[in-house]
């Protein structure tokens, strides 16, 4: 497979950066590296998990240390509701007692979970530390890894204390792929299909072409026909996502136009919600997501905005990604309570990613749905009979 490099031009070009898409590509992490880091850094603070580090943490470290660079990793455990500020403290005191310098920088190997949780500690130590995304996951690789959003989740909501902190790289290894458990690979294609459905009717099809071949043919991640279809689905999905970044880095609060940095939080909302009820324990990420893009597309069709094929084709789409888990013991009252924390909240009411097309997307203020039109699609998707 050829190497794939996607730039993310930003506004400030010392902000701009390489994605490189490869199989393969965790050889290249020092040299990379060595590139797009300062001069005078020495060392280089790696963060996993041991699901992860012990898959892949030694082929990193090593390419790292033949750059030249002296390596030291920590490892915080596996799952979202690890995610915390007190995974946080515990990362920062790593980075001080390795005696990491301003000119050093973090290197993150692992999900969207050890992306956000390193990123942002390279956000706030020393006021700010170069840091490089390794992401292992499908859904990292297409979304979580690109765009310097980092955060880490509260008891009140999830992604609620974060930053902007755009990585100086970003190294996706197609092959690490080919070790993902079927449910994450299932949430990586979830979170696809929400991209697509924001972006254009061109992503969209292939997505759902690339979905239809893999259910029928029942390939894996291992197979070089997937992995080879699944690296171009990911190049295209990266340079969707990098080409909104460069127009909107920070999500503009006055925008509400399709091609805003809103309109990524298309099926969040509600996503969020269902795993802050759960307390990030039942779902995967991509899941919930997939159902949260359901619940937005039957507002907007009760709304008179989407037409019945439109959700329709959606819902297929969702389906061919793979089982999530249950929904229909859920308590609306209680997802409809975590609504009301959702970060996306500006001047007291919360901010839809609606749909009106596949690939038009329309921010909505929350006053403009009738709470028995939030609370009927809640219902409708999330208690629908299996």
Request: hydrophobic share 45%; proline share 2%; aromatic share 4%.
């Amino acid at each position: 497979m050829k190497v794939e490099r996607i730039r993310v031009r930003l506004p400030a070009r010392a902000r701009s950066y390489e994605i490189l898409i490869e199989e393969g590509a965790l050889v290249r992490l020092g040299a990379e590296s060595a590139l797009c880091l300062d001069k005078a850094a020495r060392r280089v603070a790696l963060i996993s998990n041991r699901t992860v580090f012990k898959l892949y943490g030694e082929r990193a470290a090593r390419s790292l240390s033949e750059a030249g660079f002296e390596v030291a990793h920590w490892l915080m455990s596996d799952g979202e509701r690890h995610k915390s500020l007190k995974t946080l403290e515990r990362a920062l005191e790593f980075l001080s007692e390795v005696k990491l310098e301003r000119s050093d920088a973090v290197v993150a190997l692992g999900g969207g979970v050890v992306g956000d949780l390193a990123g942002f500690a390279a956000a706030v130590y020393m006021r700010g530390v170069a840091f490089v995304q390794v992401p292992t996951t499908l859904l990292a690789q297409i979304d979580a890894s690109v765009g310097g959003k980092v955060a880490v989740n509260t008891s009140v909501g999830k992604n609620l204390v974060g930053a902007f902190h755009q990585p100086r790289a970003v190294l996706i290894d197609i092959n690490t792929l080919a070790t993902l458990p079927r449910r994450e690979l299932t949430s990586g294609l979830c979170e696809c299909v929400k991209q697509a459905a924001v972006a254009s009717r061109k992503l969209f099809e292939e997505t759902v072409s690339f979905l239809e071949k893999q259910s029928s043919e029942a390939v894996s991640p291992k197979q070089n026909s997937f992995a080879a279809g699944l690296s171009q689905l990911i190049a295209a999905h990266v340079k969707f996502k990098a080409s909104i970044v460069a127009g909107d880095e920070r999500e503009d609060l006055a925008r509400m136009d399709s091609r805003s940095r809103r309109v990524l939080n298309f099926g969040h909302t509600t996503a969020h919600a269902l795993e802050a009820v759960t307390d990030y324990r039942r779902f995967r990420h991509g899941e919930a997501v997939g159902y949260g893009l359901l619940v937005a597309c039957e507002i907007s069709k009760r709304l008179g905005m989407l037409a019945i094929s439109e959700l329709e084709s959606l819902s297929r789409a969702v389906c061919l990604c793979g089982r999530p888990p249950r929904t229909d013991d859920l308590d609306i009252a209680l997802i409809e309570e975590a609504l009301a924390h959702d970060k996306k909240r500006v001047g007291g009411s919360l901010k839809w990613v609606l749909l009106e097309r596949i690939g038009r997307a329309r921010v909505v203020d929350g006053r403009d749905i009738p709470p028995e039109i939030l609370r009927d699609s809640l219902r409708a998707v999330l208690h629908k009979s299996s």
